[in-house]
């Protein structure tokens, strides 16, 4: 009977522990890598379709991006050009929640920037991007686009980096809702 109570008592501890769904802050920058030659097709371009099923953000949940000072530093190298810059709120879980995100003028459901982020907290988030570049001819239709497809487990509350050849993604994704660490004292008690 002990056995039993000792094997109950250590799967509890060793079981991962279920992620109930919490706020967290998701912020992206969208980079060209310049130095990697860009793949244009005018073959295969974003589809129609591109968000579906993603949730648009609401433009209460959009926030101040805080990674300004890499975006500086990115502009500032000829390495990079950085083409999308977001920052929001949303809640996330154990259950993927895909987003919609765009930038530029929309033309019949299109924008020069389109994609979706697909993430699932766990241990670590799982991060599925899918983003198109896209150039827009005078009436609307797109003509050529350039295609970012990556998945990774990105730790939470560090900026990671999704490199996809002449396009990356850099993603810091972190919670609003666990405390802050405790700041290291001046002084080590003996």
């Known amino acids: 009977m002990r056995l039993f109570r000792s094997l109950t008592l250590l799967l509890a501890l060793v079981a991962p522990t279920a992620f109930a769904d919490s706020l967290y802050q998701v912020e992206m920058i969208l980079v060209r ?3 990697v030659p860009a ?3 005018d073959k295969i371009v974003a589809p129609e379709d591109w968000a579906a099923g993603a949730q648009r953000i609401p433009a209460q949940d959009e926030r101040t991006p805080s990674l300004g000072g890499e975006v500086e530093k990115l502009t500032a190298s000829n390495d990079y050009t950085v083409l999308l810059h977001k920052a929001w ?4 879980g154990e259950e993927p929640s895909k987003v919609a995100v765009s930038d530029g003028q929309e033309q019949f ?3 020069p920037i389109e994609g979706t982020l697909n993430l699932k907290l766990g241990r670590f988030t799982d991060v599925d991007a899918e983003f198109w570049v896209n150039q827009i001819d005078s009436n609307g239709l797109v003509t050529a686009s350039e295609r970012m497809s ?3 487990h990105t730790k939470n509350g560090q900026l990671n980096f999704l490199d996809n050849g002449h396009l990356g993604l850099l993603i810091k994704i972190t919670s609003l809702t666990a ?3 405790a700041p290291i004292p001046d002084e080590i008690p003996d």
């Not at 709120?89 to 996330?92: A, C, D, F, S, Y």
């Open 33 to 35: 890598q310049n130095a």
């Open 39 to 41: 793949i244009v097709s």
């Open 89 to 92: 709120q949303q809640n996330l």
């Open 109 to 111: 459901g299109q924008f």
């Open 150 to 152: 990556q998945s990774s």
């Open 179 to 181: 405390p802050a660490p």
